[in-house]
């Protein structure tokens, strides 16, 4: 087996390695972003901000289809 060849095999055996701990985080930062959007859900509704914003969606869909 050339130098090249080995040095190929290495890096690529330390790329695999890497992959186990990014899974992991990748399911934990997932929970994070649902825990935030269900928190600016749950304000949302606390507020009583949800009537306002669903009637300017209405308005601006109403003004871009000419209604």
């Known amino acids: 087996m ?4 080995r040095g190929r095999v ?3 055996l330390a790329h695999m390695r ?3 701990a990014d899974r992991g985080a ?3 930062e997932y929970a994070g ?3 935030l959007v ?3 859900i749950l304000a949302i509704r606390a507020l009583g901000l949800d009537s306002m914003i669903s009637g ?3 308005n601006a ?3 871009v289809l000419g209604g």
């Not at 050339?2 to 060849?5: I, V």
């Open 33 to 35: 972003i649902v825990i």
């Open 10 to 12: 290495r890096t690529r």
């Open 61 to 63: 869909v109403s003004a």
């Open 56 to 58: 300017a969606i209405a």
């Open 2 to 5: 050339s130098n090249a060849t």
């Open 38 to 40: 269900a928190g600016i």
């Open 18 to 20: 890497g992959r186990p």
């Open 26 to 28: 990748n399911s934990i």
